[in-house]
């Protein structure tokens, strides 16, 4: 039998409001002043309703950029983002798997061994080893590239984990009934184990494409040119200098354009993504 308390209904739904409140405002006042022009922002009080100048400031920033900071239009910035989430969120859930599967179902000598040398790598963030990266992707010849962006941060030992974590709960009764059918391998890799993993790919998707669509530290060093800028280094490179000196009504729309992929991919994945970490901690 299901209690009635309103008061405790109540205060869950208050603290629940004043959460959304708080996490939703600043997004408002982001939004209010990216339709506003520069006087309006800088005025006291700045106005907290959208102004009149939404088509304009959009227009500009995703054409031609901003005229005091980086002139490099966010539209191309926007797809060199796109183009790095997807390539470190494909590439990572592609090698990863296919890691985890060889480390699971394949007896080689030095198997956990390999394992273990790939998940200790966890305590070597790209931080730590940023000067030593930076070095191979200078040699290769691949700075100021799309494949400079993604390539170095495409291998992951959480979703190799993860994924080898998976898979060893898998029953050993798949794998057999496979063989003696005749299926190799290859075929109980894509017959069986990839459709069982789907919702954990999905998941993993999400969160390895908010990682790829944040990064900061990698892209600030490889990229010299604005035509390779990552939409999170033209909201920097658009700070000219003191507060009285930028645009922030440009700057306002290149954030709210910058935060809109990840939220839609969050949304529209959001079942997936529910379902994947249930399944995970299972």
């Known amino acids: 039998m299901v209690e009635n308390r309103p008061v405790r209904d109540f205060l869950a739904h208050a603290v629940l409001i004043t959460g959304v409140l708080l996490v939703a405002f600043p997004l408002w006042v982001t939004f209010v002043a990216s339709t506003l022009t520069f006087e309006q922002i800088v005025s006291v009080p700045m106005p ?13 920033v995703l054409t031609s950029g901003s005229e005091k900071g980086s002139s490099a239009p966010v539209g191309t910035m926007l797809v060199n983002s796109l183009i790095m989430a997807l390539s470190i969120a494909i590439g990572k859930i592609t090698i990863s798997i296919l890691s985890a599967f060889a480390i699971v179902y394949f007896r080689f000598p030095g198997r956990s061994f390999f394992f273990w040398s790939v998940f200790v790598t966890l305590m070597l963030p790209v931080e730590v080893r940023i000067i030593p990266t930076f070095k191979v992707a200078a040699d290769l010849g691949i700075l100021d590239s799309h494949v400079g962006l993604a390539m170095p941060l495409i291998a992951s ?6 994924f080898r974590q998976f898979f060893m709960t898998i029953p050993d009764e798949l794998a057999e009934a496979a063989r003696i ?3 190799g391998p290859v075929r109980f890799f ?3 184990v990839l459709p069982l993993s789907k919702t954990h790919i999905a998941a993993l998707f999400v969160i390895l494409f908010i990682y790829g669509w944040n990064q900061y530290l990698w892209p600030l060093l490889i990229t010299t040119s604005e035509s390779m800028y990552t939409v999170v280094i033209g909201i920097k490179r658009m700070m000219a200098g ?4 930028n645009e922030w009504h440009l700057i ?3 954030a709210m354009m910058a935060l809109m992929p990840p939220a839609l991919v969050v ?7 529910v379902k994947g970490l249930v399944e995970t901690e299972k």
């Open 48 to 60: 907290l309703w959208p102004g009149d100048q939404f088509v304009h400031n959009y227009t500009q």
């Open 157 to 162: 030992a959480t979703a190799t984990f993860l």
């Open 181 to 183: 059918d005749g299926a």
């Open 190 to 192: 894509i017959d069986v």
């Open 242 to 245: 003191g507060d009285a000196a």
């Open 252 to 254: 306002m729309a290149t």
């Open 267 to 273: 949304i529209l994945m959001q079942k997936w993504f």
